[in-house]
């Protein structure tokens, strides 16, 4: 029995130039050379910097990572629900959803498939509104963003349902020892540290009964669960770094060891936890530094993590690393420890994305802002050998791969 094998690419970018644009591309994968042809690209107008693709349905959920409502000031983002194609691979939309917050950056489905989680990096802006007290004398309050995590019912057949529950994170405002306003020497963006929660990415340990969140505003990472009976979010526990202005990003669970990883946005390190399912609660076991040496600053800034991607066969991970553009392979040891094995050129600007082919024979790495995805062989160790291929894109941060069978 042969397959066809689609891969789904969304495009994201933080500036026109030289990121191309956005969207969603899609490509068929050739497994024979590990090759993608173009498909088509739809829906430009959408910042779809992370995708979830539902398989048994033949569903495909993207983030539209914006902060203004359409035709308003302000007003949060959307999730998107496509149904794929099966002959094809082409999507058709299907619904959105506003998500209440700015800027919805990450997606998970639950194992039910009933419910779709939505977190948000949020907008790190603020407003200053005049008030008056009960004694009759006037003061100011700064107001920012709410920061949520948005859990959504999804009908039987996929589409998207209303909001039933969620959970705001909550910031400082700026008042605490901590907090600090940074500036992006290479976006412009501003960072507000310990202000505002900004919530980066949300993931679900593989037995599917806890998930983590990432808030890189606040040094954190959250752990809840769902209530599948009630539609309920019910928070369990939350990390907190050390280091301030880290910014955890994304995260993966081992496939088999309740072991968990972290990365850092502004710092070029790793984190490696025990979890506790029941408990949420995440206990550090090793901080990983994934240089050779400190590089310093590089382009104003320092060197941190985009994607996180940890093999099926356990043995393996793979983070990848700005400024340098570098993919890093880790090896596991028996106790899912990470340690270095190989630093290797992502061969393109800005790996945000990475994906391992269906048949784990290569990793495609999605370079964002040199608009392309370059391809390595996997060896048997994990290691990477780069091929040589460059396949033109627009503007990749989210790879993922669709076998439908003949």
């Known amino acids: 029995m042969s397959a066809k094998i689609f891969a789904y690419v969304g495009n994201w970018s933080f500036q026109p130039k030289p990121a191309k644009g956005k969207g969603i591309t899609i490509f068929q994968y050739i497994p024979e050379n590990g090759d993608l042809k173009l498909i088509e690209t739809i829906r430009p107008d959408v910042a779809a910097g992370q995708l979830y693709l ?53 997606l998970c489905m639950d194992k039910s498939g009933k419910y779709l989680l939505a977190c948000h990096c949020s907008d790190p802006f603020h407003v200053t509104k005049i008030v008056q007290r009960a004694d009759g004398t ?60 900004r919530q980066h990415s949300v993931v679900a340990s593989p037995s599917g009964e806890l998930f983590a969140v990432c808030d890189k505003g606040m040094d954190r ?23 301030v202005a880290c910014f955890p990003r994304y995260a993966a669970f081992h496939p088999t060891l309740p072991v968990f990883y972290a990365n850092n946005e502004n710092y070029a390190g790793m984190n490696s936890f025990h979890y506790d399912e029941t408990t949420g609660k995440l206990t550090l076991l090793k901080k990983l530094f994934l240089l050779r040496e400190d590089p310093g600053l590089v382009e104003g800034k320092p060197v941190g993590a985009q994607d996180i991607l940890a093999h099926p066969n356990g043995k393996v991970l793979y983070i990848t690393l700005c400024g340098l553009n570098l993919i890093v392979v880790c090896e596991l040891d028996e106790h899912g420890m990470p340690a270095v094995r190989q630093l290797i050129d992502s061969n393109g600007k ?3 994305g990475i994906a391992l082919s269906p048949d784990e024979r290569f990793l495609l790495s999605g370079n964002m802002v040199s608009g392309d995805i370059t391809r390595f062989v996997v060896n048997n160790d994990g290691t990477l050998d780069y091929t040589g291929k460059i396949i033109p894109a627009i503007s990749p941060s989210a790879i993922r791969f669709l076998t439908v069978e003949d």
């Open 138 to 197: 006037f003061a100011n309050e700064v107001l920012f963003d709410d920061t949520a995590l948005v859990m959504f019912r999804i009908h039987s057949d996929g589409s998207l349902g209303d909001i039933c529950d969620l959970f705001i994170t909550e910031g400082t405002g700026g008042k605490s020892p901590r907090s600090q306003v940074n500036i992006d020497p290479v976006s412009g963006h501003i960072q507000l540290v310990e202000v505002l929660s």
């Open 221 to 243: 990472i959250h752990t809840f669960r769902i209530d599948r009976e009630g539609g309920k979010l019910i928070r369990l526990d939350t990390w907190i770094a050390e280091e």
């Open 350 to 352: 800005m790996p945000r």
């Open 54 to 106: 539902d398989s048994g349905r033949k569903m495909l959920y993207a983030v539209n990572e914006i902060g203004e409502r359409r035709g308003e000031i302000g007003g949060g983002g959307y999730v998107m629900a496509f149904r794929i194609d099966p002959s094809t691979g082409k999507l058709t939309f299907v619904n959105e959803k506003e998500s209440l917050s700015p800027e919805p950056s990450y």
